[in-house]
């Protein structure tokens, strides 16, 4: 009896009624890129760097890493210091093929953007010193005596930015003209992940 008293006070009470919502705005799901962070950045990459030219014949494409600090003074000017480590073979029909060479980059960059929503185009170019971890390319006849030498180049790239006003990842491609090793270039494609605080 109790449970028939219960369950008939409980079906007298007025019927629920669901809250009705709106949908969220578009502002809410995509923000303001206006409002994304800007100023001191971090970058971290990872791709691969290949030598053209004199030196493409003799050191294989190899797998780089490398990092970038820069500060964004407006939403389309930066500049920024960077730099990556890269691992090859040295490649062809000689006594050295198969030995490991390693490249080190330090280089001084500005960076231009374009920013449309959550995507941007971006362009940049600076100059540096690049040092080889062996005399292997001299033995060869490619580089002079010295494993220390300037490199100037640029490239550009596309980045995504993320829900998150800090964070956004992209892809990238350099060109970069090799001073002391004679008509050798270098091309490096990489994709990363960048903070900015």
Do not use: C
Not at 9 to 21: C, N
Not at 66 to 93: E, N
Not at 162 to 168: A, E, I, P, Q
């Amino acid at each position: 009896m109790l449970a028939a008293l219960a369950a008939g006070w409980l079906l007298a009470g007025p019927p629920a009624r669901a809250q009705v919502t709106s949908e969220p705005s578009a502002a809410v799901v995509f923000p303001d890129p206006a409002k994304f962070a800007r100023g001191l950045f971090t970058e971290g990459e990872v791709g691969a760097v290949a030598f053209f030219g004199r030196a493409g014949g003799d050191v294989a494409p190899g797998f780089a890493i490398g990092a970038r600090l820069g500060y964004d003074f407006t939403r389309w000017l930066a500049v920024q210091a960077h730099v990556l480590g890269s691992t090859h073979q040295i490649a062809g029909q000689n006594v050295l093929a198969g030995q490991l060479l390693q490249t080190y980059q330090a280089t001084a960059e500005a960076k231009l953007t374009y920013r449309f929503n959550q995507t941007s185009l971006f362009a940049e170019g600076g100059g540096g010193i690049e040092r080889l971890s062996t005399n292997a390319l001299y033995v060869l006849g490619v580089e002079p005596r010295y494993r220390v030498g300037l490199l100037f180049g640029g490239g550009g790239g596309l980045d995504y930015h993320s829900l998150s006003r800090h964070f956004s990842v992209g892809l990238r491609a350099d060109f970069e003209v090799l001073r002391q090793l004679t008509s050798s270039q270098e091309l490096m494609a990489s994709t990363y992940l960048r903070y900015t605080f």
